[in-house]
C-alpha cells in the first residue's frame, strides 16, 4: 500500500479535472479525495492503494483530462493511514 499526497498546478478547475480524477482512482481500487484549491488553479489529491493502483494514478493525473493544461505535479509519499473508504470529491 501506498499513499501519496500530490498538487497540481494549471489549467485544473473547472475543466473536469476533479471528476477525472476520482473516476480513475475508483477504477483503480483508491481511496482518497481530490478538491480545488482557493488559489484558482491548483488541484490537490490524497490517495491510498495498491503500489502499481497509485503509480498509474500518477501517470494518469501527469496526463490529465482534455481541456486541462498541467503546468507542475509535486508528488510526496506518505505513510498510509488507512482513513479513507471511498474515493470522494470534496468541496
Known amino acids: 500500500m501506498k499513499r501519496i499526497h500530490v498538487l497540481v498546478k494549471g489549467i485544473v478547475q473547472g475543466v473536469g479535472f476533479r471528476?477525472?480524477?476520482r473516476r480513475n482512482a475508483k477504477r483503480l481500487g483508491i481511496k482518497?479525495?481530490?478538491?480545488?484549491?482557493?488559489?484558482g488553479f491548483?488541484?490537490?489529491?490524497?490517495a491510498?492503494?495498491?503500489?502499481?493502483?497509485i503509480e498509474q494514478l500518477v501517470s494518469i493525473v501527469n496526463k490529465?483530462?482534455?481541456g486541462a493544461i498541467i503546468e507542475d505535479v509535486e508528488v510526496e509519499y506518505e505513510e498510509p493511514k488507512n482513513?479513507?473508504?471511498d474515493f470522494e470529491i470534496r468541496y
Do not use: K, M, Y
Request: no cysteine.
Open 19 to 21: 471528476a477525472f480524477v
Open 32 to 39: 482518497g479525495f481530490v478538491r480545488n484549491l482557493p488559489d
Open 42 to 46: 491548483t488541484v490537490e489529491i490524497v
Open 48 to 53: 491510498e492503494g495498491p503500489d502499481d493502483s
Open 64 to 66: 490529465g483530462p482534455p
Open 83 to 85: 482513513e479513507f473508504d
